[in-house]
């Protein structure tokens, strides 16, 4: 199975600033590699798909890029509402795992 | 309304079974590809199976054997079948909906169903 890793686990920023979440996978992934934010209580929400689309209303403060193995997602100016915890998950094989998460905290 | 509600999570005792549901509007889940996702309380997401448009189903090694997906045309259901619960079963339960190409994302979720496992 591939296996994906984030880094780093959390996060501590203040609203403005510029934040950089990786996404490691275990082997070639091509760009099959989705980015998904959740806040407590609530469902998952899809935010970038294939390792660089917008998904459809999500801010264009955040962006995605990488391929292959190696996946960022950035996030600039930060807002109230971005503190929550973010998934990267890997749609390349028919087991389609996650990474175990970055929590985004206020500084 | 484009949605998912998800049904039928509770209480059971381990070794027991439980069947989950995903009620779909505004779309028909037989023409997705549609997965169930599970969270444990405190972790991290856990992708646990998926069913193709054409029937083909996959699971996560953690269920395999002991849980089916499977869906009904007729009231436009997803449905998780999980036999044999153990107590790391306990998560609250989402499914989602996939687009129609292989590889697409999850860009529909219900609110989830909480399952716990326990005597």
């Known amino acids: 199975d591939i296996q994906m890793t984030q880094s780093p686990s959390a996060l501590s920023a203040s609203v403005g600033d510029r934040v950089t979440i990786t996404c490691r996978a275990s082997?070639?992934?091509?760009?099959?590699l989705h980015w998904y934010q959740q806040k407590p209580g609530n469902a998952p929400k899809l935010l970038i798909y294939a390792a660089s689309n917008l998904q459809r209303g999500v801010p264009s403060r955040f962006s995605g890029s990488g391929s292959g193995t190696d996946f960022t997602l950035n996030i600039n100016s930060l807002q109230p509402e971005d503190f929550a915890t973010y998934y990267c998950q890997q749609s390349y094989t028919t087991q389609y795992t996650f990474g175990q998460g970055t929590k985004l905290e206020i500084k | 309304e484009v949605q998912l509600v998800e049904s039928g999570g509770g209480l059971v005792q381990p070794g027991g079974s439980l069947r989950l549901s995903c009620a779909a509007s505004g779309f028909t889940v037989s023409s997705n590809y549609m997965s169930w996702v599970r969270q444990a309380p405190g972790k991290g997401l856990e992708w646990v199976s998926i069913?193709?448009?054409?029937?083909?189903?996959y699971y996560a090694d953690s269920v395999k054997g002991r849980f089916t997906i499977s869906t009904d045309n007729s009231d436009n259901t997803l449905y998780l079948q999980m036999n044999t619960l153990r107590a790391d079963d306990t998560a609250v339960y989402y499914c989602?909906?996939?687009?129609?190409?292989?590889?697409?994302?999850?860009?529909?979720w219900g609110q989830g169903t909480l399952v716990t496992v326990s005597s």
């Open positions: 989602a909906r996939h687009g129609t190409i292989f590889g697409d994302p999850l860009d529909l």
């Open positions: 082997q070639s992934i091509s760009n099959y």
């Open positions: 069913i193709y448009t054409a029937g083909s189903t």
